[in-house]
């Protein structure tokens, strides 16, 4: 599929713009899945999706081929989600820990402040729920959860994207898992809906 | 709250959960779990939430998601526009090319419309008819070039309308060159070169921004 692609972008480069489209349908469904489950917003994740492919034509000439090209662009989506998500926060210090919370940042203290009635939750849909349970994580730990449980991709794969060692990458993977588990414990999985 | 001797174990449950744990970790975690309530429980609860995120569906992305990526894109095919723009409004399009041959404005213009002339910057170099952005400057805006050729050595960040001339070095492109190596332009390119062209651009800019415009001969005094 490499060879495909990168024939596909040496005749964008030289000006057939129609070669782009066989790109983007390619990857468009995948990268509008991370961006949706990152933004939990279909008409963001719309927006985002045609802006990452927007970048990744403009800047195509400096694509370097010996790549994947799928790491470039969901390099390219990642970002620009988490500079919307940043967009969205309210406009004070947001990297300031907060006193006596063992570390946490602002970033988990707004999530947490956003937290449902447990009521509410038990009538949330399972599909629902999995996507609330998502966007309540801070984003350093979100994109690196939806790289792996909602695309599946291997570690590396995941750090080549994020552009972290992997060490970092696995960190954030332990750290969203049991930031995961303390959120849920408030209503355990096998309580919602049964729908499994 | 768990206490320190467990945190190696929450270690190892996580490095049994992403598949690289070593074998003799495996067997210790295993013992551990055999004796240890609350580390039980909460390799239960990992793993649960591992299920959980694993059972999210599918989203479908929105069907003419390919075409409207498409559509976004900056266009650099010079024969395309006044076609599509034909094709989706025949009548609307007839109309105003009718107005605007009959407003004495346009044959007024259409004069000056053969001289060079190209947007007012401080930061270029004139050569005869042809514009030079130089090696590390910057042109901030759009940027249009009329009856004259341009070379871009430095950048524009904008859009470059070249109006019966061209990018000198534009041709590099499509060889084997990197495209890095020559014209900067950060918005859309257009090369407009025939009469019928012009029209259709000056109808789709609405004459906007071509009073900034100034001739060779007032930048050559
Ligand atoms: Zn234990």
Redesign the pocket.
Known sequence: MDAIVNKRIKQVLNGNQDAYTEIVDLYQARLYQVCYRMLGNKHEAEDITQEAFLRAFINLHSFDQKRKFSTWIFRIATNLCIDRIRKKKPDYHLDAQVPGTDGLDMYSQIAASEELPVEQLEKMEMQERIQYEISRLPDKYRSVIVLKYMEELPLQEISEILDLPLGTVKTRIHRGREALRKQMSQLPVTEVGGKR | M??A??EN??EFMHAYLDGDIQPEQEQELKN??K??????A?MHELSDVVAFMKSAQPVTAPPDLTANIMASLPKRNVTAGPQSWFRRYPIVTAAAVFLVFMSAMFFGNFSDDQQFAFTKADNIIVEGDTVIVPEGEVIQGDFMVRNGDIRVDGAIEGNLTVINGQILNEKEIGNNEPLASTAVVTGEIEEIDRVFDWLWFKIKSGYQGLEDWITGDEKSE
């Open positions: 768990m206490g001797c467990h174990y929450i551990h779990l004796s240890c309530e609350a580390c039980q909460h």
